[in-house]
């Protein structure tokens, strides 16, 4: 196998010599690998990149979200605000989702991936991507999406929702979700970062970890 090196040109990788394989492993061969013809794409990168955070309830999502879309001058969008009433109804009365329910939403929130990068957008998007044909239905086609998943213990993420006041998800429901949680994969091209640690830290995490440039 040929060794590639990299250098920075205009702030993105490019390979010194002509590959024969895929210049990144972390690339998702399924859908970004684009055949060795010109410029190179970089683990996809094109010219607007959405992060999704993925994660049970409680797990950090809208905060760690929030604060990345704040460091990176990015538009943030939680994916609460992408359910039908009907799911916040259920879940208001705490009754988990079904796989139907997650249906529209997650239909929902692929649109409006795809009329950000329609509009050359940037953006951070915080979903709970439970299921690994979810997360798929999120990531697969759009090589401007890149998914960090917040993995967290039980007890952890308890205690965090025993504190927080005023959401419609209850800390009861926690048990559901992570019964509904399907670990990321290594062939997802998942970034997972353990919430053990304070936003701020977390949010380096993200930033370094997908080598995502920072607001002046
Ligand atoms: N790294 C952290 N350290 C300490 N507390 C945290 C951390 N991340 C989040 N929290 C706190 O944990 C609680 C849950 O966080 P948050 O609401 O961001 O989770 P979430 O994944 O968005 O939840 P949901 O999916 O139910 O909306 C909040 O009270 C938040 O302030
Ligand atoms: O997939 C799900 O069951 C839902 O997305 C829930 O996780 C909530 O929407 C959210 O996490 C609570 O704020």
Known sequence: MQDIQFSEVDGVPTPSASP????????????????????????GRVNDTAVIITGVSGSGKTTIGKGLAERL????????????????????????????????????????????????ESVVLSCSGL??????????????????????????IAERLRHRHGHFMKAHMLEGQFSDLEDPQADEDILTVNVDQTPEAIVSEIVSGLKLAESA
């Open 20 to 43: 024969v394989t895929p210049p990144c492993r972390r690339h998702r061969s399924r859908h970004r690998l684009p055949d060795w013809t010109g410029p190179v794409i970089y683990r």
């Open 73 to 120: 001058g990015w538009p943030y969008a939680d994916a609460d605000d992408f359910h039908p009433p009907h799911n916040v109804h259920k879940l208001t009365h705490g009754h988990p989702l079904t796989d139907e329910d997650r249906q529209p939403w997650l239909t929902a929130m692929g649109d409006w991936l795809d009329a950000r990068h329609a509009a050359d």
């Open 131 to 156: 299921k690994r044909r979810y997360r798929d239905q999120l990531h697969d086609g759009r090589p401007q999406v890149h998914i960090v998943h917040l993995h967290g213990t039980v007890d952890l």
